[in-house]
């Protein structure tokens, strides 16, 4: 097994794969904005993608909203495409870390995790996309794991918030916490990320069946909620939450139980979806879903036109600066659990916690800071990282970091309410 490296004298400490994609273009604007805090107060930066005129033409706009002349001049450029394999090997020879933008991952992102770990290069990507994460995971765990490569998926508000959410209130709880449902909101990127999913809901079923893995011990009392209720927590009712959070949060559990002995909490995620009114939409919309996403020419009208199938609950554009700057996120964290000396055999859970993780618009101003903040955790805190390399989610990988201090200190809140 290869020794992990997080500070190779490599040109780059960070390239931002597809820098000038709607994502990409705020994460070169958080980059940017935080070179002070990469290893020994400096950090050497890159772009990366197809189109070096566009790609210029971001670093130029950063340049200008962010007052930094500079940036026009000091961050370099570097040409690769996803479908060109040598010039992603080129691209990876030169970072310590790949911050790879380019989805939908289902389609591209295989490439640019095998040229990372082929060539050392740890990743990290935005993904929300449950079959992409797994089959990473199944197909590249043991050589990412032999090459001392970190390849972090879900970095973004898929799921940093939920997954570092979950740690968090295990933290902050005293005693054994068993049980925690969550309550989130719901953005473009999840609706595309569902659409995926159930249509190849059966591959999912089939992928999982090649890890082997048996059911999770579940500590205490399963948690039991039907699939439309009303939830006293948040005032409005309830649907399960349709993203990867579920998914990336009990694999953190799984790796925490199997390299920790951490009991592991179970997990259901929900999103409030208002009255009476609401759920009739949502029923009305569900049903168009259903027909349509079993279909190619279904597929592609629920893409086109997010707004009108999901009856305003989603929405293809992106949004304006001002727009995003009205904007924010908040989940809310019920835990339940023992305290200590408390038998869980021996009766229903006997104390509960309430956490609550908020900050800004979802989608390309809380994703950018939960993707670099993870960069700097892997290059500032190498000791504090899973001992070997692998295919990992950001609990397994950060548990044991201080990324949800270093997150608190831009803008992403995590408190006991």
């Known amino acids: 097994m290869a020794k992990v490296d997080t500070s190779s004298s490599r040109p780059y400490h960070i390239v931002i794969f597809g820098a000038s994609g709607f994502t990409g273009q705020f ?3 958080e980059v940017a904005r935080i070179v002070s805090e990469g290893p020994n107060g400096t950090l050497k930066w890159a772009v990366a993608g197809r189109s070096r005129q566009k790609l210029d033409k971001v670093l130029e706009q950063a340049a200008g ?6 940036l026009r001049t000091e961050v370099e450029v570097i040409v690769a495409d996803v479908g060109e394999p040598d010039s992603l090997a080129a691209m990876c020879k030169q970072a310590v870390i790949v911050l790879n933008c380019v989805g939908p991952y289902r389609f591209w992102g295989e490439p640019v995790v095998k040229a990372c770990v082929e ?17 990473m995971q199944l197909n590249y765990n043991s050589q990412a794991a032999d090459e001392g490569v970190y390849i972090v998926g879900a970095c973004g508000f898929d799921s940093i918030p939920a997954d570092m959410g979950v740690l968090y209130t295990r933290e902050q709880f005293k005693g054994v916490c068993v049980c925690v ?20 809901s059966g591959k999912l079923r089939s992928l999982r069946k090649k890890f082997g893995h048996k059911p999770l011990p579940v500590v205490g009392s399963k ?42 909490v179970q997990y259901g995620a929900y999103a409030g979806v208002g009255g009476v009114a609401n759920i009739v939409k949502m029923l009305l919309a569900g049903m168009m879903f259903w027909f349509l996403v079993k279909f ?18 989603f929405s293809k554009d992106g949004p304006t600066r001002k727009q995003m700057e009205g904007s924010s996120f908040q989940f809310a964290f019920y835990g339940e659990g023992y305290t200590e000396g408390q038998d869980p055999s021996q009766g229903q859970p006997n104390a509960k916690i309430r956490t609550l993780v908020q ?4 989608g390309y101003v809380a994703t950018p800071i939960a993707m670099v903040q993870a960069a700097i955790t892997i290059l500032n805190e190498p000791t504090a990282l899973p001992k070997k390399g692998g295919v990992y989610t950001p609990g397994a990988t950060f548990a044991r970091t201080t990324l949800v201090e270093r997150l608190n200190k831009h803008g992403i809140q995590f408190s006991v309410i």
């Open 223 to 264: 948690i039991k909620r039907s699939a439309l209720f009303y939830s006293n927590e948040v005032q409005q009712y309830a649907v399960p939450f349709m993203g990867a959070d579920p998914s990336v949060v009990k694999r953190s559990q799984r790796f925490l139980l199997e390299e920790h002995q951490e009991t592991p």
């Open 181 to 200: 449902p969550e309550g989130g909101s719901i953005n473009d990127g999840t609706w595309k990320s569902a659409i995926y999913g159930f249509a190849d």
């Open 296 to 313: 190619d020419f279904g597929r592609n009208l629920l893409i086109k036109f997010p707004e009108f199938f999901s009856f305003g609950f």
């Open 359 to 362: 900050g800004p618009e979802a």
């Open 65 to 70: 909203a962010l007052g930094k002349p500079e």
């Open 119 to 135: 060539n050392r290069a740890h990743c990290i990507d935005i993904c929300g996309e449950p079959q992409f994460l797994e089959s």
């Open 27 to 29: 994460v070169v604007e």
